[in-house]
Nanobody
């Protein structure tokens, strides 16, 4: 079973920053588009940002301008840095790896991010 390893969540004060990481097996990472989703209590899961295997990035409007998604191929890891965090950013964040040529996707278990003073 493929596992994506998420790390970097926790409690952050409003205005603060954090960096989430998502590590995937090398055979998947090299050909996958990696996304971060989040789900707040009582809300649907929503896309936060993704990066293709070629490095193209897309951001949700809610985080655009204060977030950067990047991939470190040597580490098989994608990072999501978020700045100027707001209480509305509080959610469980999920990493997703999608391999289009296999028509498969894989999910991480989720990691809690809480923005509160």
């Amino acid at each position: 079973q493929v596992q994506l390893a998420e790390a970097g969540g926790g409690l952050v004060q409003p205005g603060g920053s954090l960096r989430l990481s998502c590590a995937a097996p090398q055979n998947i990472f090299s050909i996958a588009s990696i996304s971060w989703y989040r789900q707040a209590p009582g809300k649907e899961r929503e896309l936060v940002a993704f990066i293709t295997d070629g490095g193209v990035t897309v951001y949700a409007d809610s985080v655009k301008g204060r977030s950067v998604i990047s991939r470190e191929n040597a580490e098989n890891t994608v990072y999501l840095r978020m700045d100027n965090l707001k209480p509305d950013d509080t959610a469980v964040y999920y990493c997703n790896a999608r391999v289009f040529i296999w028509d498969k996707e894989y999910w991480g278990q989720g990691i809690q991010v809480t923005v509160s003073s």
